[in-house]
């Protein structure tokens, strides 16, 4: 087992745990502090020319995936998806979650969101069977740039924000009332995550995989 996972595991083993409006984890030490800095230095640039209407899809032909061509080409790529590969690591997650990850394949999207940006409350769609955010910018201008968390009404109030730190994470299994998103407000610098799902075997954008 890489050192990755053996860090990831050592955080949920520290998680906090929150029951409202949905089951979900608060992480710290997500992954260890070298492999941040190096995702942080990966030669991308932020998207040109965004389009920002409230969902990432907008945008697909130019986002940004830990690939076997990635993994070839950055070894913090092929480190972290080597990671979330293991079976220990799926194994820990699926007794602390719940979640059913036998039949999964692996998907992790690297974020660099600029000023502008902003998520409509939602869900994720059913054939994404967990879901971890790792934020990865240390601006202390950036600590209210993270995910919001809604209740399920049709007003889907917001109950609360999920702290922006370094080498931070947010967990949930996905459902019918995860509602979360990225209320408009002004981001003061580069809001750098990972996004990290375990997805079903029916998931079609086999390029995106891992």
Not at 9 to 14: E, H, P, S, V
Not at 61 to 77: D, E, G, L, M
Not at 128 to 143: C, G
Not at 149 to 162: G, M
Request: aromatic share 10%; glycine share 6%; hydrophobic share 40%.
């Amino acid at each position: 087992m890489n050192t990755t996972a053996e860090t990831f595991i050592a955080a949920l083993g520290k998680s906090q745990r929150h029951r409202e409006p949905f089951k979900y984890w608060v992480l710290e030490d997500v992954l260890p502090e070298s492999v941040c800095d190096a995702i942080g230095a990966l030669p991308f640039s932020p998207l040109d020319k965004a389009v920002f209407n409230g969902r990432r899809e907008a945008n697909n032909a130019k986002r940004i995936y830990f690939t076997p061509a990635n993994q070839r080409r950055f070894s913090v790529c092929h480190e972290v998806a080597d990671a979330f590969r293991s079976s220990r690591v799926a194994h820990a997650l699926e007794r602390m979650t719940g979640a059913d990850l036998a039949k999964s394949r692996l998907r992790i999207e690297y974020c660099q969101d600029v000023d502008g940006f902003w998520l409509e409350p939602h869900v994720d769609i059913p054939v994404k069977l967990f879901t971890m955010l790792v934020y990865l910018s240390d601006a202390p201008e950036l600590h209210d740039a993270g995910t919001d968390i809604y209740d399920a009404s049709p007003e889907h109030k917001l109950i609360a924000s999920v702290p922006y730190e370094w080498n931070a994470g947010l967990i949930f299994v996905p459902g019918k009332n995860t509602w979360h998103g990225f209320r408009k407000r002004p981001i003061r610098g580069l809001r750098k995550s990972l996004i990290i799902n375990y997805v079903g075997p029916e998931w079609r954008a086999l390029e995106e995989l891992a």
